[in-house]
């Protein structure tokens, strides 16, 4: 039956192919962890169904380490899970209540609903509408961004990052094929980094560094779920993305700076004046968008590049470009005084 689905999601995703072609934490605190979405966010292991210790298990265990984690919730997270049942999901009173506690939301779903909608489990054959699945990719694009429209309304202040796929197939032979195959992934991919930049939170795009080493990650051939390396990966990936926040001792007195607590190592801060990205340095040198930094919010300054016309580095391997959109100040001398004096 593996095979059979392994054949669908070729099918699929050829056909997608042919079709498509060309927070930053403001504040500190500990965190309340919510992951949404399908078997991966449940953490499935590679040999049957069970549940082991997945990318968002990774994750909130390294919050752990570092005591910034308050809780952790993964009940949500159902295997087999379409994007229509993300929605169902997000309609529970349970479900409604963790999310508007939460500091930080994870959400991994889309892949769930080719299989269900194209392939059939009791004659195992399939549906190669391509007119279907051109179809089915704008639902999972309209359902993911209300999802994430939905998670806003419950909680504005929540730090959401959207993650994507890895290639699933790294087993097959054919060499052309399986290079069409990525392609079509690497479009679903953008359109899931689309609908994260429009909706102004993170995109976790696993693709790049997952599928250098796929094949050893995806060890058991009949199967799409990572080993617990895989799903080191999604974590890693993660932690790029994420400014790490920083617990203050309650017994030390803050030293306030406008709306930001001045800390040890910081240089200065930004004020954000007009909507603008917050980015990350590729390999090239080049930037890419990670989310839009609001009008009106401040962020330290750890660091200065004067790569790209000056950047300012927030920490997490995160900056902000030199621009009229922002405003760079340094503390005084009697900020920094009081600073020395709470160490």
Known sequence: MMKRIWTFLLVITVSIFSVWTPAAQANSGKIDY??????????????????GRGFTDIISEELAKKDLLASFNKDFAMTGETSVGLLETLKRPDVQKSL?????????????????????PLDESINADLAKATALLNTVGSNLTSAIQQVKALNSEADIYLFGYYFPLPHIADGEVKQQLKLAFNFVNSRMAGIAKNEGIHFVEIATAFDVNGASFLENPQDIHPNEAGYQVLADRFFQHYLMPVQVPTHVPKVMWGKTELK??????????????????????????????????????????????????LGGSSFVQKSNAIRYETPSKAKLSLLQKTK
Do not use: W
């Not at 890419?288 to 300054?301: D, N, Q």
């Open 34 to 51: 919510v992951a949404l979405g399908d078997s991966l966010a449940a953490g499935h292991t590679p040999y049957g169904s069970k549940v």
């Open 100 to 120: 508007k506690d939460a500091e930080l939301v994870t959400i991994i779903s889309g892949a769930n609903d080719f299989i269900g909608e194209m392939y059939n």
């Open 264 to 313: 040890l190592g910081q240089i200065g801060k930004v004020t954000i004046l007009q909507d603008t990205y917050l980015m990350k340095i590729e390999n090239d040198g080049s930037l890419s968008t990670i989310r839009t930094l609001k009008k009106g919010e401040e962020y330290r300054v750890y660091s200065y590049k004067g790569q790209q016309n000056g950047l300012y580095g």
